[in-house]
Nanobody, 114 residues
Framework: HVQLQESGGGLVQVGGSLTLSCTAS????????MAWYRQAPGKQRELVAS???????NYGDFVRGRFTISRDNAKNTVYLQMTGLRPEDTATYYC????????WGQGTQVTVSS
């Protein structure tokens, strides 16, 4: 069964915004800090942002105030609001349950056109 389901990717112009959503099964969401990673073609997967159940947040250095991670515990959903998008943000974005190494979403594509 699908444990993490992402949505919200798409094509956006430079400077635009997107919000990604990841809905998890209740058992996964309740015991895990959640994170967004991304992977561009030919590059390693990198952490975008993470959030614990108590709301402690960590961002990748490249975010620099442009992205916001949040979670709605009642909906078992974690969000990634992205603003000021740049071509270098083009990647497949993955949701991940941090305490479950094998639990990843299928990925959602974000493409930023110049």
């Amino acid at each position: 069964h699908v444990q993490l389901q992402e949505s919200g990717g798409g094509l956006v112009q430079v400077g635009g915004s997107l919000t990604l959503s990841c809905t998890a099964s209740e058992i996964i969401f309740s015991i895990n800090p959640m994170a967004w990673y991304r992977q561009a073609p030919g590059k390693q997967r990198e952490l975008v942002a993470s959030i614990t159940g108590r709301g402690n947040i960590n961002y990748g250095d490249f975010v620099r105030g442009r992205f916001t991670i949040s979670r709605d515990n009642a909906k078992n959903t974690v969000y990634l609001q992205m603003t000021g998008l740049r071509p270098e943000d083009t990647a497949t974005y993955y949701c991940h349950a941090l305490a479950q190494p094998l639990v990843w979403g299928q990925g959602t594509q974000v493409t930023v056109s110049s």
